[in-house]
């Protein structure tokens, strides 16, 4: 199920929410209509969530369905909220701490910000359960912004380069397309949230990328 959505007018809608196939995590105070649908979409229940007093839940967060990483700026009523929904969590101390920017994860595998240390990248393989490869995508290192994958499908940056592209494929085990967001943009995870029942779209987003967003996540079965 595919979904055109704004939060308060702003299709940004991956910056302030992440999800993953049991729940997605959304900034406070939508209207309670925008998180039936939703929930409805994804197939997920839905949790409000603030990060260090900030809305931009998916640029702090990042999960699959092991685990959790979040910024370690955010408050002890944060990780309690994220482990309630069944998560271990890591709170990421590095310098390169936006975790949903930085980290692009499913259930086989995770790419992460090259810049990460070593002992970062170990923790976070602990949590999520998967092994877990530094790398970028368009030699952009924030992976988390610049393509959303799920447990199907992989759609990214539309420079990526075939070295890249093939790394993906390795890495996480699914079919990997380029494409956009929002009438041109190519930080795929800025205007897509998805797992294997829905997509939620920035409102921007034309037919003909719509259409590859279904064909790339594996909707079009």
């Given at each position: 199920?595919?979904?055109?959505?704004?939060?308060?007018?702003?299709?940004?809608?991956?910056?302030?929410?992440?999800?993953?196939?049991?729940?997605?995590?959304?900034?406070?105070?939508?209207?309670?209509?925008?998180k039936?649908?939703?929930?409805?979409?994804?197939?997920?229940?839905?949790?409000?969530?603030?990060i260090?007093?900030?809305?931009?839940?998916?640029?702090?967060?990042?999960?699959?369905?092991?685990?959790?990483?979040?910024?370690?700026?955010?408050?002890?009523?944060?990780?309690?909220?994220?482990?309630?929904?069944?998560?271990?969590?890591?709170?990421?101390?590095?310098?390169?701490?936006?975790?949903?920017?930085?980290?692009?994860?499913?259930?086989?595998?995770?790419?992460?910000?090259?810049?990460?240390?070593n002992?970062?990248?170990?923790?976070i393989?602990?949590?999520?359960?998967?092994?877990?490869?530094?790398?970028?995508?368009?030699?952009?290192?924030?992976?988390?912004?610049?393509?959303?994958?799920?447990?199907?499908?992989?759609?990214?940056?539309?420079?990526?380069?075939?070295?890249?592209?093939q790394?993906?494929?390795?890495?996480?085990?699914?079919?990997?397309?380029?494409?956009?967001?929002?009438?041109?943009?190519?930080?795929?995870?800025?205007?897509?949230?998805?797992?294997?029942?829905?997509a939620?779209?920035?409102?921007?987003?034309?037919?003909?990328?719509m259409?590859?967003?279904?064909?790339?996540?594996?909707?079009?079965?």
């Amino acid at each position: 199920m595919l979904q055109l959505l704004d939060f308060n007018e702003n299709p940004n809608i991956g910056i302030y929410c992440r999800a993953n196939e049991s729940v997605v995590f959304l900034q406070q105070q939508l209207p309670k209509k925008t998180k039936q649908l939703i929930g409805q979409v994804l197939g997920v229940k839905t949790v409000e969530l603030s990060i260090a007093d900030s809305t931009i839940i998916g640029s702090l967060l990042t999960m699959n369905s092991h685990g959790a990483i979040v910024t370690a700026y955010a408050s002890e009523d944060t990780f309690h909220t994220v482990k309630q929904q069944g998560f271990q969590v890591y709170p990421i101390k590095d310098v390169i701490n936006a975790a949903g920017n930085d980290i692009l994860a499913n259930d086989h595998g995770a790419l992460v910000h090259p810049d990460l240390k070593n002992a970062t990248v170990k923790r976070i393989s602990e949590v999520l359960g998967v092994p877990v490869h530094k790398g970028t995508i368009a030699s952009l290192g924030t992976v988390g912004m610049a393509a959303v994958v799920t447990n199907r499908g992989c759609l990214c940056h539309p420079k990526i380069t075939e070295e890249e592209k093939q790394h993906l494929t390795d890495v996480f085990g699914v079919p990997v397309m380029i494409g956009t967001v929002n009438h041109g943009f190519p930080m795929i995870g800025s205007g897509l949230v998805a797992n294997t029942k829905g997509a939620l779209i920035g409102n921007n987003t034309t037919g003909i990328e719509m259409g590859r967003i279904e064909e790339a996540l594996g909707f079009l079965d």
